[in-house]
């Protein structure tokens, strides 16, 4: 096999998160991650995080590369309790189990994400009122610390490091084994209903309806337009079909298309935004529509094209997804939308949810309220968009959700998470001299980089 | 199919033999490292019962292991016996493992490249001795051993590694040629740039495969009896173009 064969595209060596931002760097790509998370500073899995949680603090950092650490440990089909290898992707999950009529109990809206990576974000889904987090459903963690050792931990075993883990973006220890429970789905076809909504108001009035209605639900909302249009969108309410509703076939496998080209930086503006969004929106003509769907296009929209960011061009971009309090009503999130939309930065991708009632992940990102999440290219502005949005967000008592950021600073993550002193301690606890540490770290948490 | 791995543990010998046991085929891993060795064998054990639809192990195929070191060329024989025990005479042999090193450390330090090549070329071709005798005996069967493209032609990044590589597919064509008609298949798989932990910290050029992608190319080529196949499959045009170029152009180019 020809080691570096050919010429180097990029002279230093980077890694790149999802939202295309990089850091010079390199990851170490290991079949044994038990031997070789020993001295590391930082597991990495697919690097679907937008922001730079899965970036190296320095570019001398070791980086583990989880994701061919795919092996399953245990598995009872019975029970549904799957016990694998941090590196195991939901994408291989669902290819092995859904035939076998199981599901992860959450998940997140792209299927490339491994284990670690679920845990370490605490992913939520289309079912977080209903379900929680993925954390609620972790029963136990292999990890291995800063000093070397090997701890098993689970909500009865060190609970500190356990909760502190669900959410805490691999900042207490590598996670090396999860062990969760798989639900069993009654087939493999997903009864969908969507529906086409005028407005803002109308939006959180049919969310809150569909809530208790539906065990998923999410709604695509446009951040574009101003006026009456303002806050239009549709929502998607699903569940799984009983097997009497469903096909006897399973759905076809899934087939991605590439995406072989960066789009020019100027190819997603304003104009090119709105243009999407009214036609995205009027596609829809029937207020409601009811199909049996197949999982993939239901949870997983954006993996149909891989490489869906060079869409963004070479500027690369974020995502900024925070959560208002349901206690600050619809009006807080008109507030915001208003705000969000004046800016014109948003691109036509942004995503509206209900949550559920906060999980016990120290760090876990959701809050009993309203979600909402924009991609936006990055640009000059950024930082200001991002500060102001983040102003507001304190203001109600929301926060943001640390796997997609990349620009939020440091004194307002610390006014948002009153939680923080609690994370901070288990880190004192588990890895005194901070030797697991991330771009990401380095930027919120104040970790040194030398 | 009844198959024993060499190699299974990791980077593509692991992916194959996931991709074999989730359909059916029952496996025995042979390699070094009994604890990795233990936990493949697990995860092929829950893969196979998880597509089969098995409630418990009692039922699933067979999934297990021995130790053979491809460095002593004593544990070949006991090896096969222990997997010719456990699988009731098997009747396909994959061979994955091998040593890896680059250009730069191989110059710098011979006693690494004496035993790199001893590996990779004469103990993998002994191995292959031991597997020919068995599978003949028993009336054939399939031989699947991984060479690598660097053994096209001599290459300046790729030159001891590479030869290794040349001499042990020349042993591969001349077993195919010889014993074809008595029923042995013998598969020479050459890979291009493969993103695992053997080439981890290699910057990967274009065309660079995932193992996954591999194990699909291979177990079709098993299955349909292919003599040689490139993987990912552009490598065949790209090292088609290398073998005719001039040797001129040879001394010039970093490839």
Known sequence: MPPSALPAISPVPVLAAWGRIAKPGSEWLVDDLEGA???????????RSYGDSSLPASCTDRVVATRRANRIVSVDAGTGVLRAEAGLTLAEINRLFIPRGLFTPVTPGTKFVTLGGMVASDVHGKNHHVEGCFGAHVRALKMRLADGSLVETSPSSEPDLFYGTLGGMGLLGHVLEVEFTLKPIASPWIWMESQRVTGLEEFMESLG?????????????????????LGRGILIAGRWAEKDEAPPVAPDAPRGWGMPIDFPNAALNHTSALLFNTAYYWKHWQRSRTALVSPEPFFYPLDAVHDWNRVYGSRGFTQYQCVIPRACGAVAVREFMERLTRFGTASP?????????????????????????????????????????????????????????????????????????????????????????????????????? | MKAVILGGTSGMGRALAQRMAERGDHVFLLGIGEIELAKSAADLAARSRI???????????????????????????????????????????????????????????????????????????????????????????????????????????????G????????????????????????????????????????????????????????????????AVVYTPRIWSLVMLVIRWLPRFIMRKIGF
């Not at chain 1, 709604?219 to 101003?226: A, E, H, K, N």
């Not at chain 2, 020919?132 to 990044?157: C, E, I, M, N, Y």
């Not at chain 2, 493969?194 to 495969?209: E, N, Q, S």
């Open chain 1, 37 to 47: 998370s020993l001295g590391a500073n930082l597991s990495r899995g697919l690097g």
């Open chain 2, 51 to 161: 597509a089969a639809k098995a409630e418990s192990s009692a039922s699933a195929a067979l999934a297990t292991w021995a130790v053979c070191d491809l460095e002593s060329p004593e544990t070949f024989g006991p090896a096969l016996d222990a997997a010719d025990a456990a699988l009731g005479n098997f009747d396909a042999v994959v061979v994955t493992a091998a040593l890896f090193a680059t250009q730069a450390a191989l110059e710098a330090d011979l006693e690494l490249a004496r035993r790199l090549l001893t590996v990779n070329y004469a103990h993998t071709v002994v191995f292959c001795e031991h597997v020919r005798q068995r599978l003949l005996a028993r009336g054939g069967g399939s031989l699947t051993v991984f060479s690598s493209v660097a053994g096209d032609r001599g290459r300046k990044p790729v030159g001891l590694y």
């Open chain 2, 163 to 226: 030869s290794g590589k040349a001499g042990l597919s020349h042993y591969l064509e001349s077993l195919d040629h010889k014993f074809h008609d008595q029923g042995l298949h013998v598969l020479t798989v050459k890979p291009g740039f493969v993103k695992t932990g053997m080439t981890a910290g290699l910057k990967p050029p274009p065309f660079a495969g995932e193992p996954e992608s591999v194990a699909d190319d291979v177990l079709r080529a098993i299955d349909r009896r292919i």
């Open chain 1, 209 to 229: 309806r569909a809530a208790p209605a539906w065990p998923m639900t999410v709604g695509w909302i446009d951040c574009v337009s101003l006026g009456k249009n």
């Open chain 1, 349 to 450: 991708l942004c995503v509206i949810k209900d949550c559920g009632p906060e999980g016990k992940g120290t760090l876990s990102f959701p809050l009993e309220g309203t979600s909402i999440a924009v991609d936006m290219p990055v640009s000059a502005g950024i930082q200001r968009v991002v500060d102001q949005l983040n102003e507001f967000v304190i203001a109600t008592g929301g926060r943001i959700y640390l796997t997609k950021d990349a620009f939020t600073r440091p004194e307002h993550f610390r006014a948002m998470e009153p939680r923080l002193p609690a994370f901070e301690a288990a880190r004192e606890k588990y890895d005194p001299s901070r030797r697991l540490r991330s771009a990401q770290s380095v930027r919120l948490f104040g970790d040194r980089t030398s």
